[in-house]
């Protein structure tokens, strides 16, 4: 297996020119390992049908909490569909379904890249966005939850908030795979012809260019393997609660008492996001 492709040039040096392929075909075996694990791992620890409620008291929660507003969900699906058209035009022709790609791929990569300045604004302007981000306490929390899961610990004393630590650090290897891939696949545009920039594929040097194209395509295999799991995770019956709330907008009363520590994610009938 190897890392890079490189190519001579007519002066017969060797430039790097991208990823090697293999390193898609590894994205999808940790995947698939990953989710046969989870799966194994399910099988012998059954989730509670319905986990005990949360004891503390939580005055004017009510009957429907809502958890993502129409915004954040219309970006969630837009950004999905984009990513989907990405990941098949991308990777279809690396796996031997040749079509014309080129228009379509970078057409659902601005949309991608218009989606997230919106949900970027929209979470600074309108949204708790410490609910998703990860400081260095919670490293303490998640070794306690990966203890637990091992067997190796006992109960997890605490509920999350809105997003539990693994959420916040699949939130974060996403976010940083997005801006690889757009950053780099911004700067890609100038080499295909198309209606926004003049095509100049001397902007950068060779080599440079082979590091522009290494960087889209590790994010991009990032992607593969991390879109697996998401998927995997949001079909499965006891997640599938919040998979139906990114769809209407809401939980109930029941589910955020079951999941959420009502202190740390603290809801009223004003809460709007
Ligand atoms: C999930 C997101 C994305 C995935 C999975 C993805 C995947 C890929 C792959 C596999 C390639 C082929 C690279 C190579 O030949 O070395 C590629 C090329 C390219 N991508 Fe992306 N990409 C994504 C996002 C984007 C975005 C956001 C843009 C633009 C804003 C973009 C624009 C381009 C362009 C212009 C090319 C170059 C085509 C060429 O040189 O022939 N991509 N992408």
Not at 35 to 49: D, F, Q, S, V
């Amino acid at each position: 297996m190897s890392l890079f492709q490189w190519e001579q040039n007519p002066w017969g040096q060797e430039i790097l020119v991208r990823i090697s392929w293999d390193l898609l075909y590894l994205s999808i075996l940790g995947g698939a390992l990953f989710i046969i694990g989870h799966l194994i791992y399910r099988a012998k620890n059954p989730t509670p049908a319905s986990p005990e409620p949360s004891g503390k008291a939580a005055p004017g929660v009510p009957e429907r909490v809502v958890r993502h507003s129409l915004a954040a969900r219309l970006f969630h699906w837009i950004m999905a569909a984009s990513v989907l058209v990405l990941l098949g035009t991308g990777f279809f022709p690396v796996m031997g379904i040749q079509f014309d790609w080129v228009e379509i791929h970078w057409i659902a990569g601005l949309v991608l890249v218009a989606s997230i300045v919106f949900h970027i604004i929209h979470a600074l302007g309108w949204m708790n966005w410490r609910d998703i981000w990860i400081s260095g306490k919670d490293w303490a929390e998640w070794k306690a939850e990966m203890q637990h899961v091992m067997g190796k610990g006992g109960a997890i004393e605490k509920k999350p908030g809105k997003y539990p630590v693994d959420h916040r650090i699949f939130h974060s290897m996403i976010a940083l795979a997005a801006f690889g891939v757009m950053i780099t696949g911004l700067l890609m545009m100038v080499r295909v012809d198309n209606a926004l920039f003049a095509r100049n594929p001397y902007l950068l040097e060779d080599s440079s260019w082979g590091w522009v194209y290494v960087i889209h395509g590790l994010s991009a295999v990032g992607f593969v393997g991390m879109i697996m799991t998401h998927i995997y995770f949001a079909v499965l019956p006891e997640k599938r609660w919040m998979t139906i709330s990114m769809i209407w907008g809401w939980v109930t009363k029941k589910e955020y008492l079951a999941h959420h520590d009502p202190e740390r994610w603290v809801v009223s009938k004003e809460t709007t996001d």
